[in-house]
């Protein structure tokens, strides 16, 4: 694994129980509970974006669980699915993220460069798009799929740590971002909860709560309402999940730009 060793207990607690999501140590007391909106698109050009998404872009859209009721793509390929989900890991994402970021760079170049500099300028250090990993790509939710996706596990995102940088990781906490393009009428946002891995490794191992779903019920949740053009930046490292919005109606869509960054040697890299 890159970027900090988790200490002897950690990897004790790994081994047992073999739970990933509690096996990160980093500089966790760093971490702002804080979601950092960053507006960069106006109606106008968000609205451009959603065209060119559902428009020339639709034929590259790869069904995730598309069962005619419910709806489910990305568009580009992610760590999450195509990395640590995928039987074909080095097919998959590491050979087939240069292709899907192709006509994503074509189409989108001038998005690209608003983001990372928006970012950059947030931070207030050098930020880069991938060249090796996917980049930041689409989330399409439709229909009763958006209501579905809210069902979806509370997580940390942490599959960073399983790809293959080839460099080491610097040890600070990584950032996820997600801007949406289109909402649900009823909107959209993100649940979060004020807790971090050591927060639930500490809790878990002292006994105190049996498991990560406790753990979160002991601690502070809210839901930060996304805005269109909008970008949400966060520590990946903050406990969240696609929040649920009430009256999901069959003809909502809910699409947004996701990503995630890690820091190597002072430079983010962004990627999906
Ligand atoms: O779509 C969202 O609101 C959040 C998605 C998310 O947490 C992720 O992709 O890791
Ligand atoms: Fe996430």
């Known amino acids: 694994m890159s970027g ?7 990897r004790r607690l790994r081994h047992a129980r073999e739970r990933r999501h509690i096996a990160f140590v980093g500089r966790t007391s760093e971490i702002s509970p804080l979601i ?15 065209r060119a998404v559902t428009g020339p872009l639709r034929k590259h859209w790869i069904p995730r ?13 992610a760590a999450y699915l195509d990395y640590c989900c995928s039987e ?20 989108l170049g001038a998005m690209y460069e608003r983001v990372r500099a928006g970012i950059e300028a947030e931070i207030g250090e050098p930020v880069t798009l991938t060249d090796r990993f996917a980049l930041p790509g689409f989330h399409i939710f439709l229909g009763q799929a958006i209501y579905r996706a809210s069902g979806a596990p509370v997580h940390f995102d942490q599959q960073y740590q399983y790809l293959p940088w080839g460099r080491k990781l610097d040890g600070v906490p990584p950032i996820s971002f997600t801007m949406p393009i289109v909402l649900p009428k009823a909107g959209g946002g993100l649940d979060s909860w004020n807790v971090t891995p050591n927060d639930v490794t500490r809790m878990v191992q002292l006994g105190m709560e ?31 999940r696609l929040g649920r919005v009430p009256k999901i109606r069959d003809d909502d869509e809910r699409i947004t730009l996701q990503g995630h960054g890690v820091r190597i040697n002072g430079i983010w890299i962004l990627h999906w």
């Open 4 to 10: 900090s060793e988790p200490d002897a207990g950690l």
């Open 36 to 50: 950092k909106d960053i507006p960069l698109f106006d109606a106008k050009e968000t609205k451009a974006l959603y």
């Open 65 to 77: 669980g598309t069962t005619g009721v419910t709806e489910f793509y990305s568009l580009g390929t």
């Open 88 to 107: 074909n890991p080095i097919e998959d994402y590491v050979k087939g993220s240069p292709r899907a970021n192709k006509p994503l760079k074509k189409a």
């Open 210 to 240: 049996p498991d990560l779903d406790k753990v979160k019920e002991t601690k502070f949740k809210s839901f930060h309402p996304y805005k269109l053009g909008t970008l949400a930046l966060h520590s990946g490292l903050l406990l969240h």
